[in-house]
């Protein structure tokens, strides 16, 4: 079964500090892999993919991941952490035709 | 670009009552979805749609139904709201299955009193 663990429902960072933010996922077949950003009351935004080209990846506003097939992870990191990064975090495996979310990580940053 | 377009974008409901979430996608994308959003439970899938005329039932479908008459659109009916119903409501959409990504709506509000 396909499944997405976020380690951390919480995380607080301050500004201008590195941000990580964790995923571990389980498929039978190779996956794509997705990191969505939620800011409050919004719908989801697309951050960056995986889809087995390059293991790793950048996406929008400085965000980055490393696709880990021997660790079945996929991190998202940031050198450096603004205000307006705060929000829900999801990572998502897609499998043939849907979707699996994580349970999200909320990131907070502090001034 | 309009994207993926939910109304409405609140709703309150009394338990019992019946209501349709509209969704609407002008990307001319196959796959459509529908996910309900409750607190530290991240998405879950409701119901999904390949094409037009096809639909199949995702991890939640109790409650509701669906129908996808058109590439366009894919309509959510709620019969008989519960309070479990309560949560927000997204609709998305992606080419394909595979390695594209989904892209989703501004989501819908719902509350059963």
């Known amino acids: 079964a396909q499944s997405v663990t976020q380690l951390d429902s919480h995380v607080s960072v301050s500004e201008g500090t590195p941000v990580l933010l964790r995923c571990n996922y389980s498929s039978s077949y190779s996956p794509s892999l997705f990191w969505y950003v939620q800011h409050p009351n919004k719908g989801l935004q697309l951050l960056l993919k995986y889809t087995s080209a390059a293991t790793l990846v950048k996406g929008i506003n400085g965000f980055e991941a490393e696709f880990k097939k021997s660790e079945t992870s996929f991190h998202l990191t940031k050198p450096s952490a603004h205000m307006s990064d705060a929000a829900e975090y999801f990572c998502v495996l897609n499998y043939g035709q849907n979707f699996v979310f994580g349970p999200g990580t909320r990131l907070s940053v502090l001034p | 670009n309009a994207g993926v377009t939910q109304t409405p974008k609140f709703r309150i409901l009394k338990i019992g009552q019946s209501m349709t979430l509209q969704c609407a996608q002008d990307m001319n994308h196959n796959y459509m979805y529908w996910y309900r959003q409750d607190p530290g439970m991240g998405l879950k899938l409701i119901y999904y749609s390949v094409g037009a005329g096809i639909t199949d039932k995702g991890e939640v479908p109790n409650g509701y139904n669906v129908s996808r008459s058109t590439t366009e659109d894919f309509p959510l009916r709620l019969e008989l709201a519960a309070p479990s119903q309560t949560s927000v409501y997204f609709c998305?959409?992606?080419?394909?299955?595979?390695?594209?990504?989904?892209?989703f709506g501004q989501g819908t509000r719902l509350t059963v009193v």
């Open positions: 998305a959409s992606s080419y394909m299955g595979g390695t594209t990504e989904a892209f």
